[in-house]
C-alpha cells in the first residue's frame, strides 16, 4: 500500500551445533537444577509451545526439547537456545547419559501453590519431553537433580542485500522495519560462541509472508 509500512519477521529455527561426543568441559561450566518431563513419548504435548515453532518435528527440533521455568525463560529471551544436561547426584535414578535440547517451551509458575511447584521462582528447571527424560533418568524417578550448561547455537544479528541490523521480536523472532519486497534475502548470523556464519539467498525475490524457506549453508 503506497506510503504505509511493514514490520519484517523472521523466526529463526536455530538448531544446537555441538555434538555429545566432542563436549568437552570443566565441572565450573556446571550449574545445578531439577528436570522434570511433561507428556507421553510421542511428545504431542511439547508441539507449539510458547516459543511459537509450531509443529517441532516439522522444524527439525524432533523431541529434543525443554520448557523452561520462569527464571529460564527470562521473558522468552533464550527461546532457542540449547542445553547440555545430564542427571546428578541420584544414584537411585540417574542413567550414565547426556542429552542437549533446546528451548521451546514455558513452564507456568503456579504462585497459588509456593512448595513443591518447580516452575516457581527462583528454581532454575527444565520440564523436558518425555524421551528426553528417560534417557537421563528412570521414568519412576518423575523429578531429578540435573547438571546443565548452555552450548552453541545459531543466533541472527543482521539481514538483507546490504546487510541491515535486525531487532529481537520475541524469543527467536527477529524483525526488521526495511523494506524488503521484491528482492532476495541472504541472511549473516552469530552463533553463541561468536563464530559468523553467512546464508546466501535463503529467499528468493518473489517470496511470501508466511513462506519457509532453508538457509542451503548450514555448517556440518
Known sequence: MAGGSFIFVVMLLGLCLVRIAGSQSNHEDWKVAHATFYGDMRGTETMKGACGYGDLIKQGYGLETTAFSIVLFNNGLTCGACYEIRCHDSKQWCLNDTIIVTATNFCSPNYSKPEGNWCNPPWQHF???QPMFRKIALYRAGIVPVMYKRVPYINPVVLGTTWIQMSRNWGQNWQT??????Q?????????????????????????????????????
Open 184 to 220: 532476495s534475502l541472504s541472511f549473516r548470523v552469530t552463533t553463541s560462541d561468536g563464530k559468523m556464519v553467512q546464508f546466501d539467498d535463503v529467499a528468493p525475490a518473489d517470496w511470501k509472508f508466511g513462506g519457509v524457506y532453508e538457509g542451503k549453508q548450514f555448517p556440518s
Open 177 to 182: 522495519a526495511a523494506w524488503l519486497i521484491g
Open 127 to 129: 520440564d523436558l519431553s
